[in-house]
């Protein structure tokens, strides 16, 4: 190469390398970090207390949760209530945010955070908006994509195999201004099934239970005098008796079930195998009655809609040989348990008329048919001679298994 060619090639590198840099400077304009003062809150005007509807989009999907009544509820599941505590705890926490660090950054950047508006493209942001009895915005937030803490550059940077530490997000007042908060705020997504409330009915000191199938030759029942007492089949035939190791976890169920998503009342029956169901009716010693139907086993779980009644008693009923200066007590004890008890009904009560998508933990070990209920019969003395006897030689040619551990003769 002699001096000419050189000088050239050298030219185009230093051509090529300002052109460069002259990139790189105008991206880092639309790109470029400033300082956040004193941790400023991002919603620092929102009124936490006249919040009444709080709407989340992301992607196609919306979910509205609407106080209406004196109860927050799910508008996507039919105004059903949802959870108080964790949409209260939702806009506190929102009202209390801080920025940990900005960025300035133009709208070709946005894509980076997946800060885009909702929509069906993808790096789009989840919208959060907390508005008012009558609809008018208070307030709102664009959730983008979570920082690892494995990264401590900017720009979007951050791996997705790191411990999430933050998230990106940016308020509806300042679209330009990209805010990192040190939360990464799991679970504020538009699914229904998260923001219901989850409290549901528990069967407590059950005295009779009894499962009708639409085979009535699958169906039982069993009771118990006393809570101590053994559960006892009820009209047991010649030869049945009661497993008690499946009774018990039959019932063990019923002390804590739980749901996982709420149907509105008016879906057909046929559509979740409640036009066929199974009954289960169950009696309690505090003289609570539960009527459940049940459809047919779907996708692991079953649908349920229940009634619950009670008979409480007004006053007590003193005891023959009752001393005088036992009655304040035992009226006080006596109150205290009828209020908690009416307070149980009344909770539960507010469950009928739903249809509940429930776990199959909880119903499998109801739901057996009789003959599984059931103790197995010991095996004949017969039965037991014959399977001992099966390996031995009838003569018939087949294997004892001795020849295969005899040593052959050695031929001489």
Known sequence: MNRKQ????????IVLGGAAWWLYRQEGRTWQR????AQAKLLP???VNEVAHVRIRQGTNELNLVRKDGLWRVQERGG???????????????SELKAVQAEEVGPSQLWRLSLLPPGPETNTATLVEFLDGSGRRLGGLLLGKTQSRASATGLGGGTEDGFP??????????????????????GIEPRPEQWISKEFFKVERPRLVRVEFPDASRSWAMRREKETDSWQLVDAR????LDGSKATSATSGLSWPS????LP??????QVGLDRPVKVYIETFDDFVYDLSLGEKTNQSYHLRLTVSANLPEQRTPAPDEKPEDKERLDREFKEKRDKLAEKLAQEKRLEGWIYQVSTWTFDSLLKPRDEMLTQPPASAGQTDAASQGGESDGSGEHTGDEWTRIPELEE
Request: net charge negative; glycine share 6%; hydrophobic share 45%.
């Open 165 to 186: 530490a933050g998230r990106w997000v940016m308020t509806l007042s300042a679209t330009n201004r990209a805010l990192m908060i040190s939360d990464p705020l799991y």
């Open 34 to 37: 400033t300082g956040v003062t």
């Open 80 to 94: 059903y209530p949802a959870n108080f505590q964790q949409i209260s705890d939702w806009i506190v926490k929102a």
């Open 45 to 47: 005007d929102l009124p």
């Open 259 to 262: 749901f996982l998503d709420v």
């Open 238 to 241: 010649p030869g049945e008796t």
């Open 265 to 270: 009342p008016d879906t057909p029956p046929e």
């Open 6 to 13: 050189f000088l050239l090639l050298l030219g185009l590198v």
